[in-house]
């Protein structure tokens, strides 16, 4: 990969998942400082791709002394970023070196914009800056800048060996251990790129690596997402903003080789694929989501659905009962308490963090939402064990509303998804009825065959007597599969056949066929019997998934009426009613 396609991507992916993080949790001090040093690396990328790609003179220059600027400032924002992630206002040291390095940055930056003639140089000894060399300032400014990224880098080390005991704390401090240093190296070799240029790839590649692992940080360093919501976040934010990249390097690509052969500055494939974007833009969203519902799970479908009825985002959406975990242990870190635990109104245990100690030095408080108590919540001692101060207290009770809150929405959208569920299985079952209605006209237009050979291509039930089914004229003598039982599929197509709307329970096919069957084993036999009968009956179909003979809604089975051509029982209740109502006896005979 080029420099420019790679410099390319890391300004895609930095104004990505930059704009993604900050857009989700605008408020939040740590998205901010995110989206501050993803602005920095994105402009300093395409500050550079500018600068190789154009031919004027001017804007070369403007380019160049736009990167200095940036390339100066980038310690001071790594810095800025790792203060607002360990939860820190900078005060006293930690301030003046922020202020410093952000001053000095500017200063130096500006001093390259005033005089690029003569820049501070470590190959420079001749120029004198109040009598010191300039090549020894210029170590000396490359020494600080790499005292503020190890500052950086230890602050963060020394956060994450005091989180030793608090194992998810502890895990994304890691995270934010290996971006830091990983983006500490790489700016470091690009400060010293500027003296030795074959350095630069290997600063450029590790700039990429370390936007990937910040972002990771700070999606599952949030307060109230979860592991689980976290790390999809960040796969979603990833992949999509991988996708975007490319997606957009193969247009440029695509567009720059059309100009060459069409000798023309048109951006002819820029303009179809902005137009075909658009167009697309829905039904691929919507195959995507698709396709997501289908990797959530079956469990996960209906909440999913809701939370698409609700608006939400996706990206990072969540159970509200799932947020109080992270809760707990930010909460226990900003105060110091050694734990919480969640309780239930049966006392069963749902969640906890850290240690509660003894119930003699515990906070207990109710988790009450209106007139309904959902349970309590216990939090242990403070470490060191001091007492609570009122504010904190007051804090707590804070905490304790937001969990009641927590888990009566929860209870409260798992009901109505599954309200959802059931109306999006009867919305699938009558686009299913009106996809059959339109084939059905289709080929009504089409076909031209006879009536009698239009009811000869479904099925046709003798059911006053014996049961007999034939297709084509043909019997059915062998209606399961070679592992499902012919005679108990013979008898679930009855039973189907005879409660026709009504439907049947899966409960009422195993005391009918399976009565003495033990209720695993019966179970298992029905749902091979019924795979076997839905292939007897459907035998073009190459899928389960496809099947639509049997349709089962609202937890009943039912037959398809428009399987069935003709039907001795149908046939027969039409001529009785017939019968009743003609005046003359041997015509109703």
Request: hydrophobic share 50%; net charge positive; proline share 4%.
């Amino acid at each position: 990969m080029s420099q420019v396609a790679l410099e390319t991507l890391i300004a895609l992916l930095a104004t990505w998942l930059g704009a993604t993080v900050v857009a989700r949790t605008p408020r939040d001090r740590v998205a901010r400082a995110f989206g501050l040093m993803m602005a920095l690396a994105a402009t300093w990328s395409l500050t550079r791709i500018v600068w190789r790609l154009t031919g004027d003179d001017t804007v070369r220059q403007t380019m160049a002394h736009a990167e200095v600027v940036l390339a100066e400032l980038a310690p001071a924002t790594v810095l800025s970023f790792v203060l607002a992630y360990l939860q820190r206002r900078p005060r006293g040291a930690q301030l003046v070196l922020l202020t410093l390095a952000t001053v000095a940055g500017l200063a130096v930056g500006l001093a390259a914009i005033i005089a690029p003639d003569r820049p501070i140089s470590p190959t420079d000894p001749e120029r004198l800056f109040g009598g010191t060399a300039g090549a020894v300032v210029a170590w000396g400014w490359i020494a600080f800048r790499a005292l503020v990224l190890a500052l950086a880098f230890w602050w963060t080390w020394r956060a994450w060996r005091r989180a030793a005991r608090d194992e998810v704390r502890h895990r994304q401090l890691l995270l934010v251990l290996v971006a830091i240093g990983l983006g500490a190296a790489s700016i470091f070799t690009l400060i010293l790129a500027h003296q030795f240029a074959p350095l630069a790839p290997f600063g450029t590649f590790g700039l990429a690596g370390s936007i990937g692992l910040a972002t990771y940080a700070v999606f599952g360093g949030a307060v109230f997402i979860a592991p689980t919501a976290a790390r999809r976040s960040f796969w979603l934010s990833l992949g999509t903003g991988t996708l975007t990249a490319f997606y957009i390097l193969a247009l440029l690509g695509l567009d720059r080789l059309a100009r060459r052969l069409l000798v023309t500055e048109a951006p002819i494939v820029t303009t179809i694929a902005l137009a075909l974007t658009i167009a697309l833009f829905d039904p691929v969203r919507d195959q995507v989501r698709r396709l997501l519902d289908r990797l959530a799970g079956r469990r996960e479908l209906p909440y999913r659905r809701l939370l698409r009825a609700f608006g939400d985002e996706l990206l990072t959406a969540q159970r509200p009962d799932e947020a109080i975990g992270p809760a707990l242990g930010s909460l226990c870190r900003a105060i110091g308490a050694r734990g919480a635990t969640i309780y239930d109104v049966a006392d069963a245990r749902l969640t906890s963090y850290g240690q509660t100690g003894g119930a003699e030095e515990a906070i207990i408080l109710p988790l009450s939402s209106g007139n309904q108590l959902h349970g309590r919540v216990v939090f242990g001692p403070k470490q060191p064990p001091l007492p609570y101060t009122r504010r904190e207290r007051d804090l707590l009770d804070h905490a304790a509303g937001f969990i009641a809150a927590a888990l009566q929405l929860a209870a409260r959208q798992q009901a109505q998804a599954l309200t959802l569920e059931s109306l999006a299985a009867e919305r699938n079952a009558f686009q299913e009825r009106e996809r059959a209605l339109a084939t059905a006209l289709a080929e009504l237009a089409t076909n031209q065959t006879t009536p009698a050979e239009k009811e000869q291509a479904g099925l046709q039930v003798y059911a006053l007597g014996p049961l007999r089914v034939e297709r084509d004229g043909v019997a059915l003598r062998q209606w399961g599969g070679a592992k499902a039982g012919s005679r108990q599929a013979e008898a679930i197509f009855a039973f189907l056949f005879d409660r026709g709307e009504r439907g049947v329970a899966k409960d009422e096919f195993l005391e009918l066929i399976w009565p003495d069957v033990l209720i695993d084993k019966a179970d298992l036999a029905f749902h091979r019997t019924l795979g076997g009968l839905r292939r007897t009956l459907e035998p073009q179909i190459k899928r389960a998934s496809d099947a639509t003979a049997i349709t089962f809604h609202n937890d009943r089975y039912r037959l398809d009426p428009a399987l069935i051509a003709w039907n001795d029982l149908a046939a027969f209740e039409e001529r009785t009613a017939a019968a009743s109502v003609t005046a003359d006896p041997d015509a109703s005979l």
